[in-house]
Nanobody
């Protein structure tokens, strides 16, 4: 089982990034998948989730209207499009199934700074 996050980087406030999560080693299309993040000195928090059929999505309040989660089951990929980024979005972003049952990947660092 492997989860590999990518797409992070340094972006100015108001900018955009799209993160990708590539899954392997488990029946990805059978799982609801979530994005989570952890900022320095803080605990992990939920960002967004998507059902296994991609019919249903839900977002943390801070992500609503700015972030969009999507998935491609044929490619075992989940995306997180992030717009209007703020300095407080700075964190390492991770993906996992919504039960956090898979081994964690290394995450991808997102830094929002001018």
């Amino acid at each position: 089982v492997q989860l590999v996050e990518s797409g992070g980087g340094l972006v100015q406030p108001g900018g955009s990034l799209t993160l990708s999560c590539e899954a392997s080693g488990f029946m990805f299309s059978n799982y609801a998948i979530g994005w989570f993040r952890q900022a320095p000195g803080k605990g992990q928090e939920f960002v967004a989730g998507i059902s296994y059929t991609a019919v249903t999505t839900h977002y943390a309040n801070f992500a609503k209207g700015r972030f969009t989660i999507s998935r491609d089951n044929a490619k075992n990929l989940v995306y997180l499009e992030m717009n209007s980024l703020k300095p407080e979005d700075t964190a390492v972003y991770f993906c996992n199934d919504m039960e956090k049952g898979q081994p964690w990947g290394q995450g991808t660092q997102v830094t929002v700074s001018s």
